[in-house]
């Protein structure tokens, strides 16, 4: 069973940089599929990131490539999300998401285990 636990949102100037971690618990933990997504007031929950067991393969939205980078350190079990050069439409609750079967998915409803999610706010 895994347990996930983000931290490290906040308020963040536009230009400005957060890091996200997502605490992970479970034997099994580092052979799952992470990943980050994350939903605006009134929207759709939307992909943002993923990565492999191992932090070979990684994937992201094309409205963050190039600005965020996802990691994962599986000897702390933790997975990451570095964000730079955050933009105010970058605000939003942020989750972090366990795929069990590991299709590489960015449909949310394909992602088995969620954490709390963590408020992100960009302003300008």
């Known amino acids: 069973q895994v347990q996930l636990l983000e931290s490290g949102g906040g308020l963040a100037q536009a230009g400005g940089s957060l890091r996200l971690s997502c605490a992970a618990s479970?034997?099994?933990?580092?052979?799952?599929?992470m990943g980050w997504f994350r939903q605006a007031p009134g929207k759709e929950r939307t992909f943002v990131a993923l990565?492999?067991?191992?932090?070979?393969?990684?994937a992201y939205a094309d409205s963050v490539k190039g600005r965020f980078t996802i990691s994962r350190d599986n000897a702390k079990n933790t997975v990451y999300l570095q964000m730079n050069s955050l933009k105010p439409e970058d605000t939003a609750v942020y989750y972090c998401?366990?795929?069990?079967?590991?299709?590489?998915?960015?449909?949310?409803?394909?992602?088995?285990?969620w954490g709390q999610g963590t408020q992100v706010t960009v302003f300008s």
């Open positions: 990565v492999s067991w191992n932090g070979g393969r990684t």
């Open positions: 998401a366990g795929d069990t079967v590991s299709s590489y998915s960015t449909t949310p409803n394909d992602y088995d285990y």
């Open positions: 479970g034997r099994t933990y580092s052979y799952y599929v």
